[in-house]
């Protein structure tokens, strides 16, 4: 009831490379990859690998047609990516799931993206933060020098700094 181990025709096992992630500030950055995905609420969404020289960054853009920021999400994102807006045809209109043929055209693209650390909510991480892409620009009217700042850090700080002086209980 042996094991034989056989080195010589195993193939080694190589970490991937992978760049750091993004952190909090504008980048420009390149769409590596995008994909239609359906969110855990099922939900249209866009999967995206955003990267530059300095790192990577993921994002995943759901689209709720009952709520109108989701939809201003995507107009920002393909605004940045210098296309045209999703006309009759290019999108679902009872869910406005975008055409796989239209969200292709998002591949390659350059577009800017601002990142903010916000509050983790994966329930291994309750309490830290993480840096999270909060939006789109074009990457003309990106300031990598101007600092980005985020009103969900200030109440998660405000949180963790309040000491039982502060409770009124």
Excluded: C
């Amino acid at each position: 009831m042996g094991f034989e181990f056989d080195f010589e025709r195993i193939e080694a096992f190589k970490p991937t490379q992978r760049k750091p992630v993004l952190r909090a500030g504008a980048h420009v950055v390149t769409i590596d990859e995008v994909e239609n995905a359906i969110s855990s609420g099922g939900f249209p969404m866009l999967r995206l690998t955003l990267s530059n020289s300095a790192g990577m960054q993921w994002d995943y853009v759901t689209i709720n047609p009952a709520k109108e920021f989701t939809l201003r999400r995507v107009a920002g994102l393909v605004d940045a990516a210098d296309l045209p807006r999703p006309k009759k045809g290019d999108f679902d209109p009872a869910t406005g799931r975008l055409a796989d043929s239209y969200v292709r055209r998002l591949q390659g693209r350059k577009v800017g993206i601002v990142v903010q650390d916000e509050p983790d909510n994966r329930p291994d991480h309750l309490g830290e933060m993480r840096p999270r892409v909060v939006g789109y620009l074009p990457p003309v009217e990106v300031n990598a020098d101007l600092p980005v700042e985020s009103p969900a850090v200030e109440l998660y700080q405000a949180a963790v700094t309040a000491d039982d002086d502060d409770i009124p209980f």
